[in-house]
């Protein structure tokens, strides 16, 4: 990297985005670090002085189980998100161009629809009274009495749902960039068709599939909407305790020490890709 | 070469998938009976119910309000950060991208939480202007990717014609530059004004004693159980929703005309 004082050009068209994104991103972020020391007081605010207090609330036994249910639900759907997105990048890649562009719309329209009335639209097709129950009964695979929302296998499928299209996008960027000759080498070597697949390209797509996992992990774990709306009292997630604690008990501080293990957590795989990336970009740069 | 079709059937699954719950709930706006599970006939009965509903009327004026703010300084903030992580490379900027990227990835919990703390901590009371500077500071970082993305096709050869031709730089950025530039901006915005009129979670945290937007009123008629009103209303945003993504998509072509062919 060479050494240069920006210029005043670039500080000129550089600060108004840094400077909001400071004030209005990192600054925040570092507050809630902040705020999880001190206590709370009485009206539902933050109070003076500092305290440990707050930290040690948070060995609530109530805990464990929710961070377990937490990770275990979010590693469920960026699995399940994966191994759907990685065939579906991959047809998309190798389409007639035509088709290429509507497969493509298809997968963007969901991927910019509201989340809040996509998880609705969950609601109302797992309804005890909705036709998703009504054909299951009808197939026995259900009966009257059972339930499909409020519970956990319900989040799991309306996380799936929403996810989904963030892991199909990159996968799909990935795919249209990869070498397909080079799967028909593999197959002409002898290769069955899973094992191109398997060795030739999924190592092909590898950073597609990185971009995927995160953009599909993260957000998982800061679930909350979709346990609120589709889970029970036994699929409550991380989320669903930072919002209590904010709206419910107004315990403002201990709200905070829960969001700052949260981005402790979101935090880590986040900074091996933009390292990954600052390298790359530094590649390109010099 | 006989090619698998397990690719072509996930596809269509998926797509089956993403489509149906979205092709019931638009089916149950015109359904006449109040319960999901039967069929009593077509009726506009419900999207004639909510014109009479005031409560939405105010919803969507805030939700407007905000959301046409949002765009127009998102916009302002994402091209010129675009501009300046395109033109220049260091440290300054190597910091300036992350905390672009970054909220592209911080989920929206985190991102509402800190943003309230920071209006306590500060003394801000909270309203459609603190929901405007919260939805402004996550829209920043998609228009900024979107311009991005299309600065980095861009054909920097007609910008030196306009240099060879006596243009200064500035000149040439704003006379040749930004009007090619143009669909791509506006796609951006299109982008930041749907993120705005749809985003629930970040505005939940921030919002204020009769800041109510159209999902915060979704969110509470979900919670009290108005689910046919529900029902037309969300196919309506909908409705808003494809008809910008389309657009969207055709400002995208008209920029790259040579991708797909």
């Given at each position: 990297m060479h050494l240069r004082k920006p210029s005043i050009t670039e500080w000129l068209i550089t600060l108004p985005s840094l400077i909001w994104l400071f004030i209005l991103f990192l600054i925040p972020t570092l507050i809630v670090f902040a705020i999880a020391f001190k206590p709370p007081d009485p009206w539902g605010g933050i109070g003076s002085g500092w305290t440990l207090d707050t930290l040690r609330s948070l060995a609530n036994p109530n805990y464990p189980p929710i961070v377990y249910r937490t990770i275990g639900l979010s590693i469920g759907t960026t699995v399940i998100c994966l191994s759907l997105a990685l065939p579906t990048g991959y047809a998309i890649a190798r389409a007639p161009a035509k088709w290429r562009r509507i497969l493509l719309l298809l997968i963007v329209i969901p991927f910019w629809t509201s989340f809040l009335i996509r998880i609705f639209a969950w609601k109302v097709l797992l309804h005890p009274d909705g036709h998703l129950k009504q054909?299951?009964?009808?197939?026995?695979?259900?009966?009257?009495?059972?339930?499909?929302?409020?519970?956990?296998?319900?989040?799991?499928?309306?996380?799936?749902?929403?996810?989904l299209p963030f892991a199909v996008l990159p996968l799909y960027a990935a795919s249209e960039k990869f070498d397909?000759?080079?799967?028909?080498?593999?197959?002409?070597?002898?290769a069955t068709p899973w094992r191109a697949f398997r060795e030739v390209f999924i190592p092909g797509v590898r950073r597609g599939l990185l971009t995927a996992v995160l953009m599909v992990f993260i957000p998982a774990l800061g679930s909350y909407i979709i346990p609120d709306l589709v889970g029970g009292p036994r699929s409550e997630m991380v989320g669903n305790k930072i919002a209590q604690r904010t709206f419910v008990d107004r315990n403002l501080p201990h709200a905070s020490a829960l969001s700052a293990g949260l981005t402790l957590a979101v935090m880590a795989p986040m900074l091996v890709v933009l390292m990954l990336q600052g390298r790359r970009r530094d590649a390109l740069e010099t | 070469m006989k090619r698998s079709r397990i690719p072509l059937f996930t596809t269509i699954a998926v797509l089956v998938f993403f489509y149906l719950p979205i092709f019931v709930l638009i089916l149950h706006s015109f359904n006449a009976s109040r319960f999901s599970g039967s069929w009593e006939g077509f009726s506009l009965h419900w999207y004639m119910r909510l014109f009479t509903e005031r409560e939405i009327w105010h919803a969507l004026r805030n939700t407007l309000i905000v959301a046409a703010s949002t765009t127009v300084v998102s916009v302002i903030l994402g091209t010129t950060a675009a501009f300046a992580l395109h033109r220049y490379s260091g440290r300054l900027q190597r910091g300036h991208y992350t905390l672009i990227y970054t909220p592209l990835v911080v989920p929206d919990i985190l991102m509402g939480m800190s943003l309230l703390l920071f209006f306590v901590a500060i003394g801000m009371s909270l309203g459609l202007f603190t929901i405007f500077l919260a939805h402004t500071s996550f829209c920043v970082s998609y228009v900024a990717m979107v311009v991005l993305a299309r600065l980095q096709d861009f054909d920097f050869s007609v910008i030196e014609a306009a240099r060879d031709l006596g243009a200064n730089w500035w000149t040439a950025a704003w006379r040749v530059l930004l009007p090619l530039l143009a669909p791509g901006i506006a796609a951006g915005g299109l982008l930041a004004f749907t993120l705005s009129i749809d985003d629930f979670v970040i505005t939940f945290f921030v919002t204020g004693p009769g800041?109510?937007?159209?999902?915060?009123?979704?969110?509470?008629?979900i919670k009290h159980g108005a689910p046919p009103l529900i029902n037309a209303l969300s196919t309506i945003l909908l409705l808003v929703t494809f008809i910008i993504i389309w657009l969207v998509q055709q400002l995208s072509e008209s920029g790259r005309k040579d991708e797909h062919v």
């Amino acid at each position: 990297m060479h050494l240069r004082k920006p210029s005043i050009t670039e500080w000129l068209i550089t600060l108004p985005s840094l400077i909001w994104l400071f004030i209005l991103f990192l600054i925040p972020t570092l507050i809630v670090f902040a705020i999880a020391f001190k206590p709370p007081d009485p009206w539902g605010g933050i109070g003076s002085g500092w305290t440990l207090d707050t930290l040690r609330s948070l060995a609530n036994p109530n805990y464990p189980p929710i961070v377990y249910r937490t990770i275990g639900l979010s590693i469920g759907t960026t699995v399940i998100c994966l191994s759907l997105a990685l065939p579906t990048g991959y047809a998309i890649a190798r389409a007639p161009a035509k088709w290429r562009r509507i497969l493509l719309l298809l997968i963007v329209i969901p991927f910019w629809t509201s989340f809040l009335i996509r998880i609705f639209a969950w609601k109302v097709l797992l309804h005890p009274d909705g036709h998703l129950k009504q054909f299951l009964v009808f197939l026995r695979l259900a009966d009257e009495q059972s339930m499909l929302l409020y519970r956990p296998e319900a989040v799991l499928l309306v996380m799936v749902y929403t996810l989904l299209p963030f892991a199909v996008l990159p996968l799909y960027a990935a795919s249209e960039k990869f070498d397909f000759r080079l799967l028909e080498a593999a197959r002409d070597l002898g290769a069955t068709p899973w094992r191109a697949f398997r060795e030739v390209f999924i190592p092909g797509v590898r950073r597609g599939l990185l971009t995927a996992v995160l953009m599909v992990f993260i957000p998982a774990l800061g679930s909350y909407i979709i346990p609120d709306l589709v889970g029970g009292p036994r699929s409550e997630m991380v989320g669903n305790k930072i919002a209590q604690r904010t709206f419910v008990d107004r315990n403002l501080p201990h709200a905070s020490a829960l969001s700052a293990g949260l981005t402790l957590a979101v935090m880590a795989p986040m900074l091996v890709v933009l390292m990954l990336q600052g390298r790359r970009r530094d590649a390109l740069e010099t | 070469m006989k090619r698998s079709r397990i690719p072509l059937f996930t596809t269509i699954a998926v797509l089956v998938f993403f489509y149906l719950p979205i092709f019931v709930l638009i089916l149950h706006s015109f359904n006449a009976s109040r319960f999901s599970g039967s069929w009593e006939g077509f009726s506009l009965h419900w999207y004639m119910r909510l014109f009479t509903e005031r409560e939405i009327w105010h919803a969507l004026r805030n939700t407007l309000i905000v959301a046409a703010s949002t765009t127009v300084v998102s916009v302002i903030l994402g091209t010129t950060a675009a501009f300046a992580l395109h033109r220049y490379s260091g440290r300054l900027q190597r910091g300036h991208y992350t905390l672009i990227y970054t909220p592209l990835v911080v989920p929206d919990i985190l991102m509402g939480m800190s943003l309230l703390l920071f209006f306590v901590a500060i003394g801000m009371s909270l309203g459609l202007f603190t929901i405007f500077l919260a939805h402004t500071s996550f829209c920043v970082s998609y228009v900024a990717m979107v311009v991005l993305a299309r600065l980095q096709d861009f054909d920097f050869s007609v910008i030196e014609a306009a240099r060879d031709l006596g243009a200064n730089w500035w000149t040439a950025a704003w006379r040749v530059l930004l009007p090619l530039l143009a669909p791509g901006i506006a796609a951006g915005g299109l982008l930041a004004f749907t993120l705005s009129i749809d985003d629930f979670v970040i505005t939940f945290f921030v919002t204020g004693p009769g800041a109510t937007t159209l999902p915060i009123q979704i969110y509470s008629m979900i919670k009290h159980g108005a689910p046919p009103l529900i029902n037309a209303l969300s196919t309506i945003l909908l409705l808003v929703t494809f008809i910008i993504i389309w657009l969207v998509q055709q400002l995208s072509e008209s920029g790259r005309k040579d991708e797909h062919v």
